[in-house]
């Protein structure tokens, strides 16, 4: 081993990465290879949307906050609209957060959602609307999950560039404020 090299950076938290991909992954092939073992489509629907919803709620509630330090969710305030909230580490936090983590994260997010969108188109081709029905309810948890962390993680820079913008103002504020009592 070169002394130069640096060292490979490893997973910051291999099981949350395992349980992140674990569920897309069984989504996916359980729906694949159902056909092989199972006649009835109501068991295909109901454990691929079982499956698919777990997944929804790892991503969402457990990985999201673990491998990216990002999480959303969506409220319908007094008056009946929808509103998105955000919640972020800080800008240090997520500046430390593990590499590869945030890589596979984001990866088999849009990954698994090309995934579903492929099998759809294969639904559609084959004429097969109740297996098109599976995948638009799986296609849609993974979309909901891509727009709510895209919103979260755009937000987040956002609140970031304020809070510099807000700083360096303030300390020019009060330098000048200092060169003019000196004066």
């Not at 199972?38 to 491998?67: E, P, Q, Y």
């Not at 909230?85 to 959602?113: G, H």
């Not at 029905?133 to 891509?146: D, E, Q, R």
């Amino acid at each position: 081993m070169d002394p130069n090299q640096a060292p490979v950076e490893n997973y910051a938290n291999p099981k949350t990465c395992l349980f992140h991909v674990l569920f897309k992954g069984a989504a996916l092939a359980f729906y694949i290879l159902s056909a092989l073992f199972f006649n009835s489509f109501v068991i295909i629907f109901v454990v691929t949307v079982l499956l698919a919803a777990l997944d929804f709620w790892v991503v969402k509630n457990v990985s999201g906050r673990i491998l990216v330090g990002l999480r959303w969710w969506n409220e319908i305030n007094d008056l009946g609209e929808s509103v998105w909230k955000f919640e972020s580490l800080d800008q240090e936090s997520l500046a430390r957060m593990n590499k590869k983590d945030s890589w596979l994260f984001w990866w088999t997010l849009y990954l698994a959602a090309a995934a579903w969108l492929v099998l759809g188109i294969f639904s559609l081709i084959r004429f097969q609307a109740d297996y098109l029905l599976v995948v638009g309810v799986c296609l849609s948890l993974n979309v909901a999950n891509i727009i709510g962390f895209t919103k979260c993680k755009k937000d987040a820079k956002k609140q970031f560039q304020q809070f510099a913008s807000q700083t360096i103002a303030s300390r020019f504020q009060s330098t000048v404020q200092s060169a003019f009592t000196l004066v």
